[in-house]
Antibody, heavy 118, light 108 residues
Framework: QITLRESGPTLVKPTQTLTLTCTFS??????????VGWIRQPPGKALEWLAV???????RYSPSLKSRLTITKDTSKNQVVLTMTNMDPVDTATYYCAHRRGYNWNPWGQGTLVTVSS | EIVLTQSPGTLSLSPGERATLSCRAS???????LAWYQQKPGQAPRLLIYGASSRATGIPDRFSGSGSGTDFTLTISRLEPEDLAVYYCQQYDRSLWTFGQGTKVEIK
């Protein structure tokens, strides 16, 4: 059974850097074809894909946020880390990590709400 | 970037009725790359349909997907009270993913 869980700060100040960790079980990021991604959702709004990292360390980012995002993996710890620089109140959202299955996301973590406020 | 537009924004139906949700893409999408998710209140999204028409594991057969090119449809044949949720379509193109803005299904 695949599970994922997001962790990180619930509150960050404008201009700070956000660091979120996704800890997963039930699969290995060293297995060919495997990927883990991040998707966010502002309160009451739609889903927005942010980034993905693959078993071979290939990384892809949303074009609109590429300059602010970095995704890394620690295969030995079964973790994926997302950093987002220069946080702004519009970045307030629930941040989800998810397992890439084919061209879809399945399953998802429970999500973590991050509020950006001074 | 391919933009997905979902309609209607909100659908209010009674239990037992048929729900038809639309997802239109700004350019052609391979059927293999089109998926639907269900997000119940306070929960993470759950994969419903992948490859435009294949149900994910454990999804009841009252959910079905169809379509091709730029027009895709999610149908719930007989609404149940637990189908109260927001439904999102998603596409994959050139290593990038985009989601539609969602359709909210309300149960009368």
């Amino acid at each position: 059974q695949i599970t994922l869980r997001e962790s990180g700060p619930t509150l960050v100040k404008p201009t700070q850097t956000l660091t979120l960790t996704c800890t997963f079980s039930g699969f290995s990021l060293s297995t060919s074809g495997v990927g883990v991604g991040w998707i966010r959702q502002p309160p009451g709004k739609a889903l927005e894909w942010l980034a993905v990292i693959y078993w071979d360390d290939d990384k892809r980012y949303s074009p609109s946020l590429k300059s602010r995002l970095t995704i890394t993996k620690d295969t030995s710890k079964n973790q994926v880390v997302l950093t987002m620089t220069n946080m702004d109140p519009v970045d307030t959202a629930t941040y989800y990590c998810a397992h890439r299955r084919g061209y879809n996301w399945n399953p998802w973590g429970q999500g973590t709400l991050v509020t950006v406020s001074s | 970037e391919i933009v997905l537009t979902q309609s209607p924004g909100t659908l209010s139906l009674s239990p037992g009725e048929r729900a038809t949700l639309s997802c239109r893409a700004s350019q052609s999408v391979s059927s293999s790359y089109l998926a639907w998710y269900q997000q119940k209140p306070g929960q993470a999204p759950r994969l419903l349909i992948y490859g435009a028409s294949s149900r994910a594991t454990g999804i009841p057969d009252r959910f079905s997907g169809s379509g091709s090119g730029t027009d895709f449809t999610l149908t719930i044949s007989r609404l149940e009270p637990e189908d109260l949720a927001v439904y999102y379509c998603q596409q994959y193109d050139r290593s990038l993913w985009t989601f539609g803005q969602g359709t909210k299904v309300e149960i009368k």
